[in-house]
């Protein structure tokens, strides 16, 4: 019976830019809408806004722009 492969796709240009501004306020529109915050953490998949002392888990791939304040 065939097992099934989970993929993950990785984005290296959007999480570079992440890393870049890591630590700096951003805006973030994603399919769902506009964010806004401090990139906290950057991981393969996704990233961490702190937006007013709230934590913000925002998968990578719904990203669709950045834009720093």
């Given at each position: 019976m065939p097992q099934a492969i989970m993929v993950?796709?990785?984005d290296p240009y959007v999480v570079e830019t992440l890393m870049s501004v890591k630590g700096?306020?951003?805006v973030?529109?994603?399919?769902?809408?506009?964010?806004s915050g401090?990139?906290?953490?950057?991981?393969?998949?996704?990233?961490?806004?702190d937006t007013r002392g709230r934590k913000f888990?925002?998968?990578?791939?719904?990203i669709v722009w950045i834009m720093p304040e």
């Open positions: 993950y796709p990785i700096k306020q951003v973030l529109e994603t399919t769902r809408g506009g964010i401090c990139v906290m953490d950057v991981k393969p998949d996704h990233v961490v806004l888990f925002v998968r990578i791939c719904e």
